[in-house]
């Protein structure tokens, strides 16, 4: 990469911070008050009864406290009893246990599970702010080693098979999942999530606000709205043919027809490849910018773009989304929910010292990755995006060639769109149960291998957004 290609990006990226800034209004003097009253009370050691027991925890660094008062109240408000605590509150008190920060978050997440009867956990921060969790499950037979990656399952999977904690560290050896050689070094996780977990990967108070502001807008308005009957869907030829014959059809546009299988109320938008409606990145924006409740793609990236082929063109690059066109989104106030199908596109711990390091991030260094900047885009984008943290695996990359991102990623339509679940985490959850039940994990197999595979496919599927978000929104009242 040159010195001038850094230098374009920079001044991209300059150029998409200024057209996306804007005033957020101050929080008012009652909101205020109602910040100091929802910080003054934090003990999550109380005993569970019916004025203890609470729905949402709200897990934050302390220099965005503030910032959250306003979700705070509009949660309560709509029957989504919540509680806010700060990472240097759970810090001291779990000071006895845990060995590392990422552990005693998570034992406090699980105390807040078992006394306060807690079903969604908000994590608020990025990388910087909020440890994250590297899991050790390394694909190491791709030509693209990937020796780690972020699992936010992690935090969510709270209990072991026996109903002791999960510690994802069986050999204590402090790294966590790891499987590297002819069995999993660390076996028998259980990996079905016990609450669902979403993440605000906030960079600064100016991105809290603006996701604030986004999730109220979203729960108080979608309701009932034209533009939310529409699912966009975008894909093509993911695996063209003439790199491997085993490869047959066009496996991207194929996972979005199972999609829209489980949408059927629903107006379906759909931009493939192979009939021409999706040729670049216009197509994507001019859809996405009319609105519409859902958002899918289906096949390559990077946590810069996603892009795929054209029918049997392993040369040709179609380009759909990249960090940069997404500055041109226009859906203010029509936000949907997106689930991407690539590889790390939801690498939220992007940053300089990978670009020597990682080989999927040496060409496309950016300062965020492609689903935080969907999720956060201010007057556009996503209201939460759900996709890969590291490699993304699909059928193709399984001897039994069946599974991974095929199965999972419609799995989620079918949870919403067919077992009629609106709440955001709970599909998550609820997801990647089925999962696990349908590709059970035998950890005394390879590394790489498909059982391997099935277990990252989950490990790495992360929610960036509000996990006790009501789709579509709640009734005007």
Known sequence: MTKNHYKTILVFLIIGFLLETSITPPISATQRTDTISA?????????????????????????????????????????????????????????????????????FIKDAVDH??????????????????YCYNA??????????????????????????????????NGV???????????????LYPDVAVGRLACRNSQEVKIMVDKIITYETQTYNSNWFKKIVVAAGDTYPASQNPNWTGNEGEENTLHVLENM????????????????????????????CGFLY???????????THPPNDAAT?????????????????????????????LEFDVNFAKLKTDPWYYYTWITECWGWKLTRKINGGSIATIGCTGLGMTKEDKKSFSGAGDYL?????????????????????????????????????????????????????????????LIGGYPNV
């Open 39 to 107: 910080l003054s009370s934090l003990n999550t050691k109380e005993q569970p009864n019916e004025n203890t027991l609470y729905n949402l925890l709200i897990i934050t660094p302390q220099t965005f406290a503030s910032e959250l008062c306003p979700l705070v109240c509009h949660k309560n408000k709509h029957g989504i009893k919540t509680k806010l605590v700060t990472l240097e509150q759970v810090y001291t008190q779990e000071y006895w246990q845990g060995r590392d920060k990422p552990e005693k978050i998570k034992y």
């Open 116 to 133: 306060l009867g807690i079903q969604y956990v908000l994590l608020v921060g990025s990388y910087r702010y909020f440890p994250i969790r």
């Open 139 to 172: 694909d190491n037979n791709t030509g693209y080693p990937e020796p780690r990656f972020i699992s936010e399952l992690y935090y969510a999977d709270l209990y072991d098979k026996n109903g002791n904690f999960s510690s994802w560290d069986t050999n204590g």
């Open 176 to 190: 966590y999942g790891e499987w590297f050689t002819n069995h999993a070094e660390d076996p028998d996780i259980d």
């Open 264 to 291: 059927t109320d629903f107006q379906s938008v759909k931009l493939w490849a192979s009939d021409g409606t999706l040729t670049g990145t216009n197509d994507v924006i001019n859809a996405i910018s009319n609105g």
């Open 297 to 307: 793609f289906d096949g390559h990236a990077n946590p810069y773009r996603w892009s």
């Open 317 to 345: 690059w179609i380009e759909g989304l990249s960090v940069i066109s997404m500055s041109r989104l226009k859906n203010k106030d029509m936000y949907p929910v997106c689930v991407v199908g690539g590889c790390h596109n």
């Open 409 to 469: 990623e419609p799995t989620f339509f079918y949870e919403y769109g067919v077992n009629n679940t609106h709440i955001l985490g709970d599909i998550w959850k609820n997801t990647i149960t089925d999962y696990l039940k349908q590709y059970p994990i035998d950890w005394n197999t390879s590394a790489a291998g498909d059982f391997a595979i099935d277990a990252k496919t989950v490990q790495q599927w992360a929610l960036l957004g509000d996990p006790s978000l």
